[in-house]
């Protein structure tokens, strides 16, 4: 059993940075795959970026590669996601999700813990 909770949500106008944070109960987070998805207003969820269980792989959405960073603190059981260089386009609620098998997805089922999500808002 894994519980996520998201924080560092909020407004911040546009080429402003925010840096959310997720952090994970239960024992098997060292051991999972983690993600960052959002989701806008009238749009299906995707995927922004993963990161696998040691921290030495990672991927990103291209829409945001090169303005994101996701990294992973095993002994606080928190996963980060570093954003610069926003832009209105990136305004979303997202989520914290693990992926307690491990395997490196970008696909939402194959993620089984989700958090509640935290609301990023980018004014122009």
């Known amino acids: 059993q894994v519980q996520l909770v998201e924080s560092g949500g909020g407004l911040v106008q546009a080429g402003g940075s925010l840096r959310l944070s997720c952090a994970a109960s239960g024992r098997t987070f060292s051991s999972s795959t983690m993600a960052w998805f959002r989701q806008a207003p009238g749009k299906d969820r995707e995927s922004v970026a993963v990161i696998n269980w040691t921290g030495t792989r990672t991927r990103y959405a291209d829409s945001v590669k090169g303005r994101f960073t996701i990294s992973r603190d095993n002994a606080k059981n928190t996963v980060y996601l570093q954003m610069n260089s926003l832009k209105p386009e990136d305004t979303a609620v997202y989520y914290c999700?693990?992926?307690?098998?491990?395997?490196?997805?970008?696909?939402?089922?194959?993620?089984?813990?989700w958090g509640q999500g935290t609301q990023v808002t980018v004014s122009s």
């Open positions: 999700a693990a992926d307690t098998s491990g395997y490196f997805s970008v696909y939402i089922r194959s993620y089984d813990y």
